[in-house]
């Protein structure tokens, strides 16, 4: 079993950054596919990133293209999103999620089952 624990949210004025994180814990595995959903209250969950920790290849939808990173710190088993430049509508809960020795290619990499654990989420707010 993995263990994902978010952490970093919080509350940020438009133009702003926070860097969050994810710690994984439990049985471990030598890579994963690994991403970041957010939810808005009201809102379907939609992907913001995921990254294949083997080779550090990454997805970004749109929206978040040239202003979040995804990122991994093998050593502390700890995945990260750095977002810069944030606006009100990023608002939301931010989770990460894992796949274990999955590569994050293939037909079924952008069904939200693909990622088999989850974290339970952290909060991250910005006002304008």
């Known amino acids: 079993q993995v263990q994902l624990v978010e952490s970093g949210g919080g509350s940020v004025q438009a133009g702003g950054s926070l860097r969050l994180s994810c710690a994984a814990s439990g049985y471990t595995y030598s890579s994963y596919c690994m991403g970041w959903f957010r939810q808005a209250p009201g809102k379907e969950r939609v992907r913001v990133a995921h990254i294949y920790t083997g080779d550090g290849s990454t997805y970004y939808t749109d929206s978040v293209k040239g202003r979040f990173t995804i990122s991994q710190d093998n050593a502390k088993n700890t995945l990260y999103l750095q977002m810069n430049s944030l606006k009100p509508e990023d608002t939301a809960l931010y989770y990460c999620?894992?796949?274990?020795?999955?590569?994050?290619?293939?037909?079924?990499?952008?069904?939200?089952?693909?990622?088999?654990?989850w974290g339970q989420g952290t909060q991250v707010t910005v006002s304008s």
């Open positions: 999620a894992a796949r274990p020795l999955a590569r994050c290619s293939g037909t079924l990499v952008f069904r939200d089952n693909y990622f088999t654990y």
